[in-house]
């Protein structure tokens, strides 16, 4: 997962610094865009792909993003998209412009952001009514990208996937090597469907896990979504993925990798009753399912075996959506279809 900006940080949290920034870097980027005197700087803890760190101004809480494998000329899309959708009232973080509107700067000669921080706290045991709150906000979003005007491929897509199951195979026994290469199979055989062409499409998230999410909830009320962020897997893609991706890590037994069908029902109900699923999407979405685990097992994969140097950086565990990837595969049609 990219960097994370809810507030849980604790000393045994990891931290994936790849490049350092320093106070006076920090109060130099504070300068260019308007936001007073730096107050702290932290870096925050599990990012897999950035450079991340709280940074508190004396004009509000914010978070600190460097570019570690995207472009200067990929990020456009990234930061306009979250610009656009936080002006159609989706709770996104908005990045900050400078006084000629730039919202893609320089820190330490990497590709850097700056948005506001959300408040509350991710939710890291979901329960039907996150995972609804998550699924309407979702539907929402889905139809608040449609007048995007910039467009980029999901990076993470089939095709990546076929490029980098090569250089993952090596590193795996017999068994699983097969599977990666069955399932991977079979998506080709699925994205040359005529039902796969069919399928809605814009803005993407992409990598809307549980961390990725944020909540306030006080005792005895209903949790409410405070955001969604990280948005830097985000692509035009089929939403059909996108909602293959969320069923994948918040309607999943953690355990075992096993579905877990009332949080899945709730889901789909909210989505669905913000946009309705289309006759496509209710057949292909099995296949998705599995595609949504294969993606991440890859990535998983990729990043365990062949790391990049980074201050206290832990992979995650590829095993787990290997495990979501057999179940998917295992059970022919989700109990909710």
């Known amino acids: 997962m990219p960097g994370s900006a809810s507030g849980k940080c604790s000393a045994s949290d990891t931290v994936a610094v790849f490049t350092e920034v320093t106070e006076h870097d920090a109060q130099a980027l504070l300068n260019t865009l308007g936001l007073g005197a730096l107050r702290s700087l932290r870096g925050i803890q599990g990012g897999i792909e950035n450079t991340n760190y709280f940074v508190d101004s004396e004009r509000g809480q914010h978070v600190l993003t460097l570019f570690e494998r995207l472009s200067f000329a990929q990020l456009p899309f990234y930061l306009h998209l979250m610009q656009h959708l936080a002006h159609r009232g989706i709770p996104v973080p908005d990045p900050a412009a400078d006084a000629q509107g730039t919202i893609l700067h320089r820190v330490n000669g990497k590709p850097a952001a700056l948005v506001n921080r959300l408040r509350g706290a991710s939710e890291l045991a979901p329960g039907p009514a996150h995972c609804a709150a998550v699924g309407a906000m979702l539907a929402r979003m889905h139809l608040a990208g449609r007048g995007y005007d910039r467009h980029q491929p999901n990076l993470r897509g089939l095709p990546w996937w076929n490029e980098t199951a090569p250089v993952v195979l090596p590193h795996l026994e017999p068994e699983q090597a097969a599977l990666l290469q069955s399932e991977l199979a ?4 699925v994205a040359a469907s005529a039902a796969y062409a069919a399928l809605p499409r814009g803005p993407v998230h992409a990598d809307l896990f549980r961390d990725n999410v944020m909540f306030e909830q006080s005792p005895g009320q209903a949790p409410v979504l405070t955001g969604f962020f990280d948005f830097y897997f985000a692509g035009v893609d089929t939403w059909l993925f996108d909602i293959a991706v969320c069923l994948n890590d918040w309607c999943i037994r953690l355990a075992d990798g096993q579905a877990d069908d009332e949080r899945t029902a709730a889901f789909l109900q909210a989505y669905g009753a913000e946009r309705a699923l289309t006759g496509p999407e209710r057949e292909l979405l099995p296949a998705m399912l599995r595609a949504g685990a294969l993606r991440f097992w890859i990535s998983r994969l990729w990043d365990f075996h062949l790391p990049r140097e980074a201050a206290l950086l832990t992979p995650h565990d590829p095993g787990h959506f290997e495990r979501v990837l057999r179940a998917r595969a295992t059970r022919l049609a989700p109990a909710f279809a």
């Open 186 to 189: 079979y998506q080709n055989h």
